[in-house]
């Protein structure tokens, strides 16, 4: 299990209540029943824009929940913003956010009072929660849409109502559940450049939960991987792209078929893609060695590029190698668990 803190980087960014991490997870678990759902989750996150990545039911809402404490953790500590999540329940959440993957709005209402609503709920005045809330919709592109009920909203306009509810409160700390879901690849593209300009705009940190990991890699600069319940794996993006610096794709100009002779007989694995390229698989972190071998060989120029593909690589290696849950034990005839 990785577990890189990055503290060096953590203390020269420090959040805005001046920790130096947003979550301080120790061995939190959390179990329905016999079934557990979280595992023995450790980790340190540093201020930033956070991609919580895995597949649907490896849980990624139930570490959330956990973290906002609206799951009681089964086992474990953690602290949100240098708080308790348990010994200071309410003053945890006072600087988060929390957008939820289904919808919370209250019928009947239209969309600024309902945003409008949950300001009040933050402790907001009346009249400072209404100015903020028109900043808010405005910030997230809601039109005239604002004075119809949110019953009437497609699913674009309401996950735009969900984010504006987050941060009407100004938080230190966002928690996004699966914020483009539903959404076309316009919506999309709104929601993701509004996410990514929160942490560069408005300082505002953002745990943001995916299964796609194009989204992650598009607005993060950190990701935690989870499967089956566990974490699997904690890094900036780039540290963990770079190891996968073994892997690189080569665009020769010409003389493809010397190229892949020379690399299969330097004993390094080929594989031909249909675009053109050679995709390189060696033991080197290194490209010095296929410089080499093309000045040695007299090869043609040739492009090469880092592995596309790496963090996708990432992705579906830790999530195979993972190990799921062992369920709950069969009673034995006697009715004893087995």
Known sequence: MQTTDSSTQATADSGRDGSAFIIEAEHLGKTYGSQPALIDVTVRVPPGTIGLLGPNGAGKSTFIKCLLNLETPTTGTARVLGRD?????R????????????????????????????????????????????????????????????????????????LAQALVHDPKVIFLDEPTNGLD????????????????????????????????????????????????????????????????????TSARDRFVSALGESGAKVTQLSNGRLRVESDSDSIEWILQLMRARGLPPAEIVANPDALHEMFIQSISNAVPAAPPPLPAADGRQS
């Open 85 to 89: 999540i348990r010994a200071a329940n």
């Open 185 to 252: 690849p316009s919506g999309r593209e709104h929601i993701l450049k509004l996410i990514g300009s929160l942490r560069r705009d408005l300082g505002i940190s953002v745990v943001m939960s995916s299964h796609l990991l194009r989204d992650i890699e598009r607005v993060c600069d950190r990701v935690i991987i989870i499967g089956h319940g566990r974490m699997l794996e904690h890094d900036s993006i780039a540290a963990l792209k770079s190891r996968h610096r073994r892997i690189v794709e080569i665009a020769p």
């Open 91 to 162: 003053a945890s959440r006072e600087s988060v956010g929390y957008s939820p993957e289904q919808d919370c709005h209250i019928a009947g209402m239209a969309g600024c009072e309902y945003v409008t609503y949950c300001g009040q709920l933050s402790g907001m005045p009346m009249a400072i929660a209404r100015q903020r809330t028109h900043e808010i919709l405005d910030l997230v592109g809601m039109g005239q849409e604002r004075y119809r009920t949110v019953d009437t909203y497609s699913t674009g306009m309401r996950q735009r109502i969900k």
